[in-house]
């Protein structure tokens, strides 16, 4: 928009020669108001214009120096115009977030061959070993789902009840300013109010708003929010007193109600006269008596014989319209019924009346016709169960086992919502007769929870366990983010031209084929063995896969020869012992940077934590290989408001170096383990023993007969 008026201002000045002129040879003589010199562009771009076209040409020239695209999201770089398109390549700001989606539920204590007994031997073995990528990678999306689940949504009857009285208070009220008030309750609000008329309505509206000032009990505010809500009917009683006379008016001809509109309109001005001259002689007498009775002739949803009123006077629209805006208070007043009452219901009307104690002891009316129909939970085929009042003392637990664990049940009921649908103890209609009642409480040791507690203050400080299967599945159009709690998301924010080496090298080469591929466990898994080897290695060099559960990333660990990993080791002790310096501080700050050029962005990010000095050669290669995003930040003002701003931060990617291909690791094969597996038990058997195909052919030959079977004995 400012390009487009900065041109119409340039274009309003050029000379009248010069407007209409676009040839590069013009050899128009100069005159003044008429044409001026031809100029070539001072940039050297090429471009031959006159001179009052100078500033329209340096909103096109090429070679203008001109901010980044992506200028508002941080980028500082002046580059000349036909140079942006080729820096959104390499721009810092131009980064892009990763989306990828998997699914990952919790263990199933039912399956015999599921891998808890694994689990629980890991755990016990993390303070001795390092943790496999799969249960790393498990643990951290562990702990990202304790801190998303709320515990109100399943177990409402263990909140605090302090919060909840408050949080009802609070609708009442609001329910109380919709109605109109406390004190418009007090009385009726169409008393003492004087009857309007055409020729007074601006009168009318002012005594009404005298009179609601000058009463007493009667608050403002919700007076003027009590008129607001029905101006409608206002207008609909106005409406109403104009075609009081001939309430059939909308439905004659155009030439009948021009003229008997006429006539209305001359018996308005009769009235209003008549009525103005004996305001002054009968304004005594009008206060001495009584008010008129407006309770039958309005439109408001309290008054008596509404719905009739409105039937005649209003279009079906209008009604319609009414019903839309003022059932509510219909109902409220006890104008409409809620239901369809017995005697005017003709489905369910002459069905006998049985009495219904309990859900168990209702039965089917004898005048009811149902055809029963096949539903996947057929209720005839259930186990056959009978009623018994138990008690707790019954079941054979003691008291400590009356309590359920947090997590467990937990994840119990969100995997229940993410696979059935609905919770566990939600009613449930097989058909129209016919309904599951599902109960399902739970007795928690940290009960009463908070409105909004999470499962992850729930457990607080307790010793992690892996509830989590190590094997993720892929997201499906059921179970999405939106729908299932159990849907991990990446989140890493990457550059541009890093984004297709991390989705290949990450989520393609090692997370979606990590089971049994990219880091094989033992075939005894299953009853608990914790043994494992990885696979696979990057072509260029030996280097191991390691997960940083801080970062929530993947990163490449170099294989270092034992003498160089021994000598490392000597040397960080000394300096430990020493003053803290590290043996890379001491080279020249040249020779620092063109080490760190070598590092990838991942390690860059690390390095910059080290030293102070570190972080000055880190910060060198910025521009060069670093990202810069908006981080948001919540602002508190002085008057108790709070504002969010943004500030443009400059960083690293969590990106290891880029891995054209793997290769298989030299390690023996897994068969090797086998023959040292404590949880590999052979049996060694002496006698033959007759293959399970042998032993079906048998039985069915026994069964069936044949001739030749029964003269050869076989």
């Not at 891998?115 to 070993?129: C, G, Y």
């Not at 009739?308 to 629209?317: D, K, N, V």
């Not at 700050?589 to 102070?612: G, K």
Request: hydrophobic residues 30%.
């Amino acid at each position: 928009m400012q390009t487009s008026h900065r041109s119409r201002g340039s274009r309003a000045r050029l000379h009248l020669h010069c407007d209409s002129c676009y040839s590069r040879r013009c050899r128009a003589r100069v005159e003044v108001s008429v044409t001026c010199a031809l100029v070539p562009c001072r940039l050297l771009c090429g471009a031959v214009f006159h001179l009052c076209k100078e500033e329209d040409h340096l909103l096109l020239c090429p070679n203008v120096r001109v901010p980044c695209l992506n200028a508002e999201y941080g980028c500082p770089v002046q580059l000349p115009r036909s140079s942006r398109g080729a820096h959104l390549q390499v721009c810092p700001a131009s980064v892009v977030c990763c989306s990828m989606e998997w699914l990952r539920l919790p263990t199933d204590d039912t399956n015999a061959n599921g891998f808890k007994a694994l689990q629980e031997n890991v755990m016990k073995e993390r303070s001795t070993r390092d943790d496999a990528l799969d249960v790393a990678m498990a643990l951290v999306d562990q702990s990202d789902l304790y801190t998303r689940l709320k515990m109100k949504p399943l177990y409402p009857e263990h909140m605090e009840q302090e919060e909840e009285e408050e949080e009802e208070m609070k609708e009442e009220f609001k329910e109380e300013i919709a109605v109109g008030g406390l004190g418009v309750q007090d009385q009726n609000p169409s008393e003492g109010l004087p009857v309007s008329s055409p020729c007074d309505s601006n009168a009318a509206e002012e005594t009404v708003h005298s009179s609601a000032a000058q009463a007493s009990g009667i608050n403002t505010e919700k007076h003027n929010l009590f008129e607001m809500m029905f101006s409608m009917e206002k207008g609909a009683c106005a409406v109403a007193q104009e075609n009081l006379g001939n309430p059939k008016q909308k439905q004659k001809p155009s030439a009948e109600g021009g003229s008997q509109g006429g006539t209305d309109r001359e018996k308005t001005d009769n009235d209003c006269a008549k009525q103005k001259n004996t305001e002054a002689d009968g304004s005594a007498a009008a206060r001495s008596r009584p008010p008129p009775d407006t309770s039958k002739t309005g439109l408001a949803p309290w008054q008596e014989g509404v719905l009739e009123r409105l039937g005649q006077e209003l279009t079906p629209q209008e009604y319609n319209m009414y019903m839309a805006h003022h059932g509510r208070m219909l109902l409220t007043f006890q104008k409409i019924d809620a239901c369809t009452p017995r005697e005017r219901d003709f489905v369910y009307g002459s069905l006998e009346p049985i009495p219904v104690q309990t859900l168990r002891s209702f039965k089917v009316p004898v005048s009811y016709r149902y055809r029963r129909r096949v539903y996947l939970h057929e209720t005839a085929e259930r186990v056959q169960t009978e009623q018994r009042a138990v008690d707790t003392s019954d079941l054979g637990a003691s008291e400590e086992d009356w309590f359920s664990d947090e997590a467990e049940a937990t994840l119990l009921g969100y995997a229940e919502m993410a696979v059935i649908g609905h919770k566990i103890s939600e009613t449930k209609a097989a058909d129209g007769l016919y309904v599951d009642v599902g109960t399902q409480t739970h007795s928690f040791r940290t009960a009463p929870f908070k409105q909004k507690t999470t499962l992850a203050e729930v457990l607080g400080d307790r010793p992690p366990r892996l509830l989590l299967q190590l094997q993720t599945e892929s997201v499906n159009s059921r179970n999405n983010r939106t729908s299932c709690a159990f849907t991990f998301l990446c989140g890493h924010t990457f550059h541009r031209r890093e984004f297709a080496t991390h989705f290949r090298n990450v989520h393609s080469d090692i997370q979606m084929c990590l089971s049994d591929w990219f880091e094989q466990r033992c075939p005894l898994a299953y009853l608990g063995c914790t043994y494992r080897q990885s696979r696979f290695h990057p072509s260029t060099q030996k280097a191991t896969v390691t997960y940083n559960q801080q970062l929530k990333c993947l990163n490449l660990r170099p294989d270092v020869l034992p003498s160089l990993d021994s000598s490392a080791a000597q040397r960080r002790s000394k300096s430990q012992a020493g003053d803290g310096e590290d043996w890379l501080s001491p080279l020249p700050y040249e020779v620092l940077c063109h080490i760190a050029s070598f590092l990838d962005s991942l390690s860059l990010s690390q390095l910059a934590l080290v030293s102070c000095l570190m972080r000055q050669v880190c910060s060198s290669l910025l521009r060069e290989r670093g990202m810069v995003t908006l981080r948001w930040e919540r602002t508190n003002a002085s008057h108790g408001g709070a504002k969010w701003r943004s500030r443009p931060v400059w960083e690293f990617s969590h990106l290891f170096s880029t891995v054209d291909s793997w290769y298989l690791a030299d390690i023996p094969h897994i068969s090797a383990h086998l023959k040292v597996c404590p949880y590999y038990q052979k049996t060694e058997r002496g006698e033959p023993v007759p293959l399970p195909f042998l032993i079906e052919k048998q039985e069915k030959s026994l069964k069936n007969p044949s001739l030749l079977n029964h003269f050869t004995g076989r």
